[in-house]
């Protein structure tokens, strides 16, 4: 169900960045003319991605064939944030950082450049809130929408398929917890020059990291859902084994997280949103942790161990890849591979290209120069970084999965 959905949210992604691109020439054409505001194509623009993503959240969840209500929500929900993370990725993060709409001083004075500086750092973390949280919402009610005539029917669960939620929400975790060190590195270090005596609780240098924290919060949420759900649906020690990983991934959030930020940066956890949501990562790691002690144990016991040693070696180093399919195997690779770079490109690739006229212009030089070079660039830059992980972590899986397969042939002609 979540391989269609997320395939189904990646399409209608695509079909946004084609659409939205024309409208944001006519309002750039209207900017540059100084005729009208362009107001008319934003709010064009903005009808029409919300009923495309609409669509998109409504087809997610039809083709996931789930007859649940809430599950067809969430399904609907995870469609529409992909199709606005994909917009932000291909459109939305290069629309942030041009400036055309501004007016500066001519001269390159250190306040002219820290304006600049703090203001695509916002734009840059609003537009994808924006994009993400608003196709969130409006592909959830997508999903909504495929319920108004009710059913009465339980999901059944295809299970040789690969659990691409679970090895999703085990791979983004990580992936966020990197993304938010990171950018807690970084952009504390640039605000310091840039940001002025200011009262706000949150300035637009905060951003990266707070928004790397919300990635955070609502993978860890994933993770510790899909977790028990996944531990209830296995019918063997092996998935069971990839369950208590997953268990043991959400419980290691909380302090890993604090370690990884307490040693480069004392002082990030006197921001109050910072503390919230740290409160927030380890109550989720505490109900992991009961996840764990009250139904994962209990119910991997019940399940008899492989009855020789070559078997239980087989288990402990390959669990059951030896009977999976390489094509589905591919599919998951391709999804995991995304989402573990997504948040690093999200939260401190994007802005960073976004300030490279200001901090370095000289990575301009790998786009001819025009216009919408900026655009060529972030686009270059998102879809070689995911076509990389996603070929890397096929590839591994592969030689994984041939591995496997030649351990298990060989452990049955032992035996024979």
Not at 86 to 97: N, V
Not at 342 to 366: E, G, M, Q
């Amino acid at each position: 169900m979540t391989t269609r959905a997320g395939m189904a949210g990646l399409a209608t992604g695509l079909v946004l960045t084609i659409m939205i691109y024309p409208m944001y020439y006519a309002w750039r054409l209207a900017i540059f003319s100084g005729q009208v505001t362009g107001s008319f194509y934003i709010w064009l623009a903005g009808i029409s991605a919300g009923m495309v993503a609409l669509a998109g959240g409504f087809w997610a969840a039809r083709w996931a064939g789930s007859a649940e209500k809430d599950r067809r929500a969430a399904l609907g929900a995870l469609a529409g944030a992909l199709a606005g993370t994909f917009l932000f990725c291909l459109w939305g993060a290069a629309a942030a950082g041009d400036l055309i709409d501004q007016a500066f001083p001519s001269s390159p004075t250190w306040y002219v450049q820290a304006s600049k500086i703090r203001l695509i750092t916002g734009r840059t973390m609003l537009m994808f809130l924006s994009l993400f949280i608003g196709g969130g919402l409006v592909g959830a009610l997508g999903g909504l929408l495929t319920t108004l005539k009710g059913s009465k029917k339980k999901d059944v669960f295809d299970l040789e398929e690969p659990q691409m939620a679970l090895n999703a929400s085990i791979t983004v975790v990580p992936a966020s917890i990197v993304a938010t060190v990171i950018a807690a590195v970084v952009f504390p270090r640039l605000a310091s020059s840039v940001n002025g005596p200011s009262t706000r609780l949150v300035t637009e240098m905060d951003l990266p990291v707070l928004v790397s924290l919300f990635l955070l919060v609502i993978s860890h949420v994933a993770l510790t859902l899909v977790v028990p759900h996944e531990a209830r649906a296995s019918t063997h020690r092996c998935g069971l084994d990839e369950v208590k990983m997953g268990a043991f991934v959400g419980i290691a959030t909380a302090p890993v997280l604090a370690i990884l930020l307490f040693l480069p940066r004392r002082d990030v956890f006197s921001h109050p949103v910072i503390l919230i949501a740290m409160l927030i990562i380890s109550t989720l790691s505490l109900v992991s942790i009961l996840t764990l002690i009250s139904l994962i144990l209990p119910r991997r016991a019940v399940f008899k161990p492989p009855p020789n040693k070559h078997l239980k070696m087989e288990a402990s180093l390959f669990g059951t890849i030896a009977r999976s399919k390489g094509p589905r195997l591919i599919v998951l690779c391709v999804g995991c591979g995304i989402l573990m770079v997504l948040p690093l490109y999200i939260t401190v690739i994007s802005v960073l290209i976004n300030l490279s006229p200001l901090l370095d212009p000289t990575v301009f030089a790998i786009v001819p120069p025009g216009p919408w070079r900026l655009f060529q660039l972030q686009a270059l830059v998102s879809g070689s970084i995911l076509t990389v992980a996603a070929s890397f972590l096929s590839a591994i899986y592969i030689f994984y999965l041939n591995l496997g397969r030649w351990f298990s042939a060989w452990n049955a002609k032992r035996a024979g």
